[in-house]
């Protein structure tokens, strides 16, 4: 095997250089084309579009288009079934779209697929580790795959070590590490080759929370350098990593916005009051703004205003001058939860 194997890897070396040609030949030409020399190369990364994968007369994926730049995290929601893995493998050039293109920095999947793929670094939802094979020795394998040239391949295997916190255990065989540290270990694969795009299905599953949070901060700092597409089915997770959230349903997507756009969809004009001798409804409802009052399971009123005319100054006095006993009074934010529910439910309707 290993003869093989390196035969193999310095044909890959050979192949390496050419495909450098290849690409840089593709650039040149296609910042020709476009006039703009520094479109691709520089920001964006990822262009889906009119994305269509049909499953006998069903539309598993249907009509998904978006662009990523360098630089974004991208947090691809949705629930099962709805098409996250499908839209992910037709990314990596592991699934013929049935409609629509794919191009990475450019390059359509189709047409050039090894120059595409090369871009990419994939961590799938069960890692592709060798188990019996120790941390540096694996990376090194990723990395001679991954046609880093060989006499890289050493620098590589440190570079992603080191931003993986894996430096420790390079002489680890991969069986005996924890799943954190495996986890680790693929992300590490992913971006052996530092590739443009890094793609990572459900990253966090299965992990501890210790091992959840260090992951996390690990995907955000590799967000700096590369642009990171990762489904996943945690909302926090999404708040917490990505700047930018796609929200698929049914393969189609339902809301494709900044993550700032998303907080904005749970500011309602919502005031949740904690009264500990409410009046009647009719007298909170005589105060300028107030539209509505729900009492909620927990004793809470859910006060519902009139835009631009938050009642909660005009609250606050009405209860100390009426002895209401106010103890809370606080925006009541819509959570992320039920906003998916919100987008997925409308979808479902429409
Ligand atoms: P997700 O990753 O969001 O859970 P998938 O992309 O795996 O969703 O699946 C989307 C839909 O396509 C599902 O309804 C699934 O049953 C269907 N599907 C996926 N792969 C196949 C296949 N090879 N043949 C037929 N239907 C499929």
Redesign the pocket.
């Known amino acids: 095997f290993w003869t093989e194997f390196s035969n193999f890897a310095s044909y890959q070396s050979r192949m390496e250089d050419r495909r450098l040609t290849y690409v840089r030949r593709f650039f040149n030409l296609a910042a020709h084309q476009t006039g703009h020399p520094n479109k691709y190369m520089d920001t964006v990364t990822v262009e889906a579009s009119g994305l269509t994968?049909v499953?006998?007369n069903?539309a598993?994926?249907n009509d998904v288009s978006f662009t990523l730049s360098k630089g974004e995290v991208l947090g691809f929601l949705?629930?099962?079934?709805?098409?996250?893995?499908?839209?992910?493998?037709m990314l990596t050039g592991n699934l013929a779209a049935s409609a629509g293109t794919v191009k990475i920095c450019g390059i359509d999947i189709v047409e050039n697929p090894k120059e595409a793929k090369a871009l990419i670094g994939y961590l799938p939802e069960q890692p592709p580790l060798y188990r019996e094979l120790t941390v540096s020795e694996f990376l090194a394998l990723a990395a001679r795959l991954h046609r880093v040239s060989g006499s890289h391949v050493k620098k590589a295997v440190q570079v992603a070590m080191e931003r993986c916190g894996l430096t420790d255990m390079s002489k680890r065989l991969i069986e005996n590490l924890s799943k954190g540290y495996q986890q680790r270990v693929g992300i590490a694969q992913a971006i052996i080759h530092n590739p443009m795009v890094v793609i990572l299905d459900e990253p966090t599953i299965g992990l501890d929370p210790i091992q959840i949070r260090d992951i996390r901060a690990l995907i955000k700092e590799l967000g700096g350098e590369h642009s990171v597409i990762l489904?996943t089915h945690i909302l926090p997770e999404v708040e917490m990593i990505c700047d930018h959230v796609q929200i698929?349903h049914k393969?189609q997507l339902v809301f494709n916005g900044s993550i700032d756009v998303l907080r904005q969809q749970r500011h309602g004009n919502k005031l949740l009051l904690g009264l500990n001798n409410p009046p009647a409804n009719e007298e909170l409802l005589k105060i300028p703004g107030v539209q509505t009052i729900d009492t909620l399971p927990n004793g809470l009123l859910r006060v519902r205003y009139a835009e631009g005319q938050m009642p909660t100054e005009a609250l606050v006095q009405a209860a100390v001058s009426n002895g209401w006993g106010l103890h809370q009074i606080n925006p009541d934010q819509t959570t992320l939860e039920e906003v998916f529910v919100q987008l997925t439910f409308q979808e479902a309707e429409a």
């Open positions: 994968r499953y006998g069903r598993a994926v949705g629930p099962n079934g709805a098409g996250k893995s499908t839209t992910m493998k489904s698929i393969g």
